[in-house]
């Protein structure tokens, strides 16, 4: 016995050495910057000067910051309520036997293989243009002139924007999730249900959900994940409106017009409180999905 779990931490070895390279030493290092007052990423040591928490006291009192914390609850909520609500819908529509399931499947999962940048650039230019975009030229072709009359990245109305453009980025990805969850769930629970007289809704709420709550709470740690990483589309995006805490930490750590604090150790303080979240939202998690097992 001692000689296989010997053999077990060997094998183990490099894969130990990887995460402590990659994971454990740049986070202990943007743990100990954040206690000091750095001037440049690349400064040694010797020009770091220890402040305590003061550089967590500056973080929160930057007003950006502050908006940038609100942007990513919001998101958080209601773009995660739509992108896995609707990430459900299509994957039920997608697995009930329509015709050209594949094709359908192909077309949603189509901005996944695109770069995020480009994406953004693509519903920037291309979707929400006041001259030419998509929404102005469906608006046009309607009875009503609203759609059309709609800025979209106006100051008050870019934030809404950006959010829409991500969430449709992203749906592709957990509606093949959703999919190969719903493909595990036995027919004849169904079939026994609609014997019973249970209606579409009832099937849906006492089968389908239950049995992919699982699936779910790991689809929303995914989503939790990517929205704490949100960065692309605020980056196209760019303004005060559309501030996230990653943009944000971007900002601090390399300078940008938006940000003057030009203090290293403010960005690895925000890092760390990210880091933080992240780590409740793993522990939350985990906790939601503690009896999530189902054997059929």
Known sequence: M?????????????????????????????????????????????????????????????????????NIAVIWALSGILTIGLALLL???????????QLFTTIIYLPEVISTLALGYIWLL????????????????????????????APDTIFFSMMIAGTFAAL??????????????PASLYEAAKIEGANSLQ???TITLPLIRGETTS??????????????????????????????????????????????GVGAASTVVLLMVAVVLFILNKWLARNAKHYF
């Open 203 to 205: 099937r849906f709420v």
């Open 219 to 264: 689809i929303m740690l995914i989503f939790s994940m990517a929205s704490i990483n949100y960065f692309a589309f605020p980056l196209v995006f760019g303004g005060a409106n559309t501030m996230t805490p990653m943009l944000f930490t971007y900002n601090a750590i390399f300078g940008a017009d938006l940000d003057t604090t030009g203090n290293v």
């Open 91 to 101: 994957a039920s529509a997608l697995t009930s036997g329509i015709r050209f399931s």
């Open 2 to 70: 001692k000689r296989k779990s010997s053999i077990g931490w060997f094998l183990m070895a490099p894969a130990l050495v990887l995460i402590a390279a990659v994971l454990l030493y740049p986070s202990l290092r943007t743990l100990i910057l954040s206690f000091h007052e750095v001037p440049s990423l690349t400064a040694p040591a010797s020009e770091w000067h220890f402040v305590g928490f003061e550089n967590y006291a500056a973080l929160f009192s930057i007003r950006l910051y502050r908006i940038s914390l609100l």
């Open 172 to 185: 592709g990805y957990f509606t093949l999730m959703y999919i190969s969850a719903l493909k595990k769930v």
């Open 126 to 153: 291309f979707v929400y243009n006041p001259r030419f975009g998509l929404l102005q030229w469906i608006g046009k072709q309607l009875p009503f002139t609203g759609l059309a009359a709609i800025r979209w990245t």
